[in-house]
């Protein structure tokens, strides 16, 4: 069982950078596939980044490819979003997921495991 807790949200006005946490409680995430989604008002959850527990394999939606970069800090039990050049379209909420020796997956249905969310809101 592990939980994650998503922090590092906010109000940044557009062109700027964030960068997201999501701490693990209950155990290191460094068997897990992690991944990052995002869901905005009125529309589906959506895979924004994915990082497979073996071998470090990074995926990208091709809507932040160039821009956001995820990471993890298996001394910290964290997963991080590092989010440049926003644009008022990056606006929603960013869930962490994680899944025992998952790859990192687009598919919301692969993970067991998810944050509460964070807000993110770019203004223009």
């Known amino acids: 069982q592990v939980q994650l807790v998503e922090s590092g949200g906010g109000l940044v006005q557009a062109g700027g950078s964030l960068r997201l946490s999501c701490a693990a409680s209950?155990?290191?995430?460094?068997?897990?596939?992690t991944a990052w989604f995002r869901q905005a008002p009125g529309k589906d959850r959506e895979f924004v980044a994915g990082?497979?527990?073996?071998?470090?394999?990074?995926s990208y939606a091709d809507s932040v490819k160039g821009r956001f970069t995820i990471s993890r800090d298996d001394a910290k039990y964290t997963v991080y979003l590092q989010m440049n050049s926003l644009g008022p379209e990056d606006t929603a909420v960013y869930y962490c997921?994680?899944?025992?020796?998952?790859?990192?997956?687009?598919?919301?249905?692969?993970?067991?495991?998810w944050g509460q969310g964070t807000q993110v809101t770019v203004s223009s």
């Open positions: 997921a994680a899944n025992r020796y998952g790859l990192g997956s687009e598919a919301p249905t692969s993970y067991m495991y």
């Open positions: 209950g155990r290191t995430l460094n068997t897990d596939g």
């Open positions: 990082l497979s527990w073996i071998g470090g394999a990074t």
